[in-house]
């Protein structure tokens, strides 16, 4: 059985840092890309960094370009994202997601394309 689960979110005061975790189960994670996605009230869900299948390449929104960092441990079959300087906006349910990418010369997919999904995990950014 597949199975993302997300841990880490919590309330942090503007500034502040959070590290996310997403644990996967039931698939070989190093054959898939894992992209971070976020999805605040009344908003569509969007992509905040991803990562390929063995690590070397990612990539982040314009939004949080040195502010976060992704990265992934294959042997404890998890992925992890560093938020640092958190701004409010930068609130909302964060998901991880995972695309089977052996073959595939992206690193980043759309929302549709990514196969598993975990259950999300709250961030919220105020004083």
């Known amino acids: 059985q597949v199975q993302l689960v997300e841990s880490g979110g919590d309330l942090v005061q503007p500034g502040g840092s959070l590290k996310l975790s997403c644990a996967t189960s039931?698939?070989?994670?190093?054959?898939?890309?894992i992209g971070w996605f976020r999805q605040a009230p009344g908003k569509e869900r969007e992509g905040v960094s991803c990562i390929s299948s063995n690590g070397v390449i990612t990539n982040y929104a314009d939004s949080v370009k040195g502010r976060f960092t992704i990265s992934r441990d294959n042997v404890k079959n998890t992925v992890y994202l560093q938020m640092n300087s958190l701004k409010p906006e930068d609130a909302g349910v964060y998901y991880c997601?995972?695309?089977?990418?052996?073959?595939?010369?992206?690193?980043?997919?759309?929302?549709?394309?990514?196969?598993?999904w975990g259950q999300g995990t709250q961030v919220t950014v105020s004083s």
């Open positions: 997601a995972a695309r089977y990418a052996v073959g595939s010369g992206y690193v980043c997919y759309t929302v549709p394309s990514y196969e598993y």
């Open positions: 039931g698939f070989i994670l190093d054959r898939y890309a």
